[in-house]
């Protein structure tokens, strides 16, 4: 869409303050930088999704199928009786402003409608005057909206500015889970095909091949065999990386990131190098290739679809139970989802760890366990050889990714495992971590390149952060245990603060594990030589926060 | 003379001059941004906050040009990634004049205030065409990201899934893609 060219008497005419339209009012500006490009027809027929077709969120006809409202309000009434989460969601908020501030795209935008009460409120309007008998007699007076044309794209672009990242839920007295009522909104649109592309092709790719990339097994095969290549060149060690194999005691499952993406890779090479060291009996399956799950930013119904393949393929290849990899929305779905929609899991054991023997009852039901629960379980009891100065290099600090942090706990894991791996570990600010935790500005599915605009503002309140820790502390490189996070934060902060770089707990776990009859390592697991000789002795003092 | 009465009324000015850029957000917003102070919870206001008192003095007394550009660096990244035209993301630097004439009000009988004034205004409409270069040095910078972000998303795909980058030798080089001289 043309944007208007201005006459040079309007050019001096510099409107200073923002118009006093109210929030009812919902025209949205499809400035470009601030949307996601629409799904493709192609992957909407693939995944059975309804109303394939091209469109674009600027053009002024979306190509609605008929009777549309109809289909969003049924949608919306089946949704209310479904979930009682969502009934009380909605009623329960009492607009007490508690949340308000807390939205990471507010903080970076100003803009009010990002405020997670004004969000949810854009949604709850619609049901107020379509569920509630205030609303259905007194309609606008009530704060009801009817559901118009514009208010559907309202929807769509903010309700694809919420990452479900959950910091307002911490703050919210009653508890309401915003993010749930972002994915309600987000099914409701899917029912007249408003998707994305950068949700719905991962989705596709994942139905096809098991994982969001569309590797295919010999792809999968050969990424695995090219790392084991690899780390021999590097340590001198060959891992043995099994694949598909029946009856080992473990099925890993990491997200595809992992495998095919940097710097996910080095993460990648920590894993097997530990897998190899303390003769891990398990396997990779080609099949559950992919830990994420891109439904969970959908549906119900298509998070629940990519996740059979976990328990079917624990089932096939004859497992004990299951590892997953670091990544941050596939453990909300494994803990708090999986065992609900795929499970029981009563084929598989309670995961215990081979080497320490700890019981993980807290997956008693799930039968999965976190990586970095494990491994902290590992360096908990004195199994692993580490040599933190293979580190040294880098300055680092940790960002809880949200749901890690937020709807799993693990505060103190990663943090353990940073502590015995890294002699130079600085905190963020207390109120910027843990699960206060600010958002990479990316998740949930918007983090692509044409939006880079909402995800940089987004990202301003985590950025900030980090540049304190950089600017006081000389901190260099930022780790997560997220693979989103992995993808995300490189180009944030080549935006916000230059000279930081990004990377995953157990590609330090990696450079710092002693191995078996290694080489001496000449570089780390990126390939950067180490010149010891340059850390002076009072650097390499302990500096954790 | 100028420079005097901006040094005794430097709070003042900068509070005013700090409201009206505040009030080119939403009212919500602007009272969050303003309120709100502890830095990592209010970048925004926090940012405005401590550059604009950078920019003040160094219009009122002149100061390193790094001090400044470092000033300009930090509200023009933020201006660059907000909602709004680029005259908006700058044009709040003049309205620091519409303050300064307040309280100049009372002494532009005077000759003298009235030279110092002029020449003040002139260091500010310098000073808006500096903060303009900023601002269009991050939005490059947001479309060289953009690039780099689409090229890096394809060299991984070459790289991983063709054997084209394979040397003789028989290895892949995992190097990143080189990096362009419009990111630096």
Redesign the interface.
């Known amino acids: 869409m043309a944007e208007a060219i201005k006459k040079p008497e309007e050019?001096g005419r510099?409107?200073?303050?923002?118009s006093r339209k109210g929030w009812m009012d919902p025209h949205v500006?499809f400035?470009r930088?601030?949307w996601n490009y629409a799904a493709v027809a192609e992957t909407l027929r693939y995944l059975d999704q309804p109303n394939p077709r091209k469109w674009s969120p600027v053009d002024d006809d979306w190509k609605l199928p008929e009777g549309w409202e109809k289909i969003i309000l049924e949608g919306l009434r089946d949704r209310l009786k479904h979930y009682r989460s969502l009934q009380i969601f909605i009623d329960t908020c009492v607009r007490c402003g508690a949340c308000?501030?807390k939205c990471h795209f507010?903080?970076?935008?100003?803009?009010?409608k990002n405020?997670p009460v004004l969000r949810a409120e854009l949604l709850r309007s619609v049901y107020r005057n379509d569920f509630t008998t205030a609303g259905k007699i007194l309609g606008k007076i009530a704060g009801g909206r009817k559901l118009t044309v514009d208010v559907l794209k309202e929807w769509f672009y903010y309700f694809y500015q919420c990452t479900e990242c959950r910091r307002c839920s911490v703050f919210c007295p009653y508890g309401i889970d915003t993010a749930e009522v972002t994915m309600m909104a987000r099914e409701l649109m899917n029912l007249v095909g408003l998707s994305i592309e950068w949700i719905n092709t991962p989705l596709s790719n994942c139905y096809r091949t098991g994982n969001h990339l569309g590797v295919q097994p010999h792809?999968f095969k050969?990424?695995i065999d090219?790392a084991v290549d690899?780390l021999e060149e590097l340590t001198g060690v060959r891992v043995d990386a099994p694949i598909n194999k029946k009856g080992t005691e473990i099925l890993f499952v990491a997200p595809s990131a992992d495998y095919?993406?940097?710097p996910h890779?080095y993460t990648l090479l920590g894993y097997l190098l530990l897998f190899h060291e303390i003769g891990l009996d398990y396997t990779w399956s080609t099949y559950a290739s992919e830990g994420g799950n891109f439904g969970l930013f959908h549906s119900a119904e298509m998070m629940k679809r990519l996740n059979s393949k976990i328990y079917m393929e624990a089932k096939r290849l004859g497992v004990k139970w299951i590892l997953g990899g670091e990544c941050g929305h596939m453990w909300r779905v494994m803990h708090q989802y999986m065992d609900t929609m795929n499970g029981p899991a009563d084929f598989l054991e309670v995961p215990r760890s081979p080497v320490t023997g700890t019981r993980f009852d807290h997956a008693a039901s799930t039968k999965m366990v976190h990586i970095t629960e494990f491994t902290a379980d590992l360096i908990h009891h004195n199994k692993l050889k580490l040599d933190p100065s293979r580190n040294d290099h880098w300055r680092v600090t940790f960002h809880d990714s949200c749901n890690p942090a937020r709807a799993m706990g693990w505060i103190e894991e990663p943090r353990h495992i940073i502590r015995a791996v890294c002699n130079h570990f600085r905190e963020m600010?207390e109120?910027?971590i843990k699960e206060q935790t600010f958002c990479c500005g990316s998740g949930s599915g918007i983090g692509t390149?044409?939006n880079?605009?909402v995800r940089?503002?987004g990202g301003?309140?985590r950025a900030?952060?980090v540049k304190?820790v950089h600017e006081n502390y000389g901190v260099n490189l930022l780790l997560c245990i997220c693979a989103i996070d992995k993808a995300t934060l490189p180009?944030l902060l080549?935006?916000?603060v230059p000279g930081v770089e990004v990377g995953g707990v157990h590609e330090m776990v990696g450079n710092a594990l002693i191995l078996k009859g290694e080489n001496e390592r000449a570089t780390d697991l990126r390939?950067q030589p180490y010149e010891p000789e340059q850390v002076e002795a009072e650097e390499t003092e302990k500096t954790h926060a | 003379m100028l420079e005097r009465l901006l040094a005794e009324r430097r709070d003042v000015v900068l509070a005013q001059w700090l409201d009206l850029i505040l009030g080119t957000y939403p009212a919500d917003s602007f009272r969050f941004f303003k309120k709100q102070k502890d830095p990592f919870h209010n970048p925004v206001g926090h940012t405005l906050r401590q550059e604009t008192a950078v920019l003040y003095d160094a219009l009122r007394s002149g100061c390193a040009p790094e001090e400044v550009e470092t000033a300009l660096d930090g509200i023009a990244r933020i201006r660059a990634v907000q909602d709004g035209s680029a005259t908006q993301a700058v044009a709040f630097i003049f309205l620091l004049k519409n303050v300064v004439r307040e309280h100049c009000a009372e002494h532009l009988g005077d000759a003298r205030m009235r030279g110092e004034l002029f020449e003040f205004e002139s260091r500010v409409d310098g000073l808006a065409l500096s903060l303009f270069d900023h601002y269009m040095k991050f939005r490059e910078k947001i479309y060289a990201i953009r690039l780099r972000e689409t090229q890096k998303r394809s060299f991984h795909l070459t790289e991983k899934s063709a054997e084209i980058l394979r040397g003789r030798d028989g290895k892949v080089s995992l190097a990143e893609p080189p990096a362009r001289a419009a990111d630096a």
Do not use: K
Not at chain 1, 14 to 18: A, I
Not at chain 1, 106 to 112: A, L, Q, R, V
């Open positions: 050019l510099v409107q200073f303050q923002p500006d400035r930088g601030t308000a501030d507010f903080i970076g935008s100003g803009d009010p405020m792809g050969d990424s090219f690899e095919f993406a940097s890779y600010p109120n910027t390149d044409e880079m605009e940089l503002r301003l309140p900030n952060a304190f180009p080549e935006y916000w390939g």
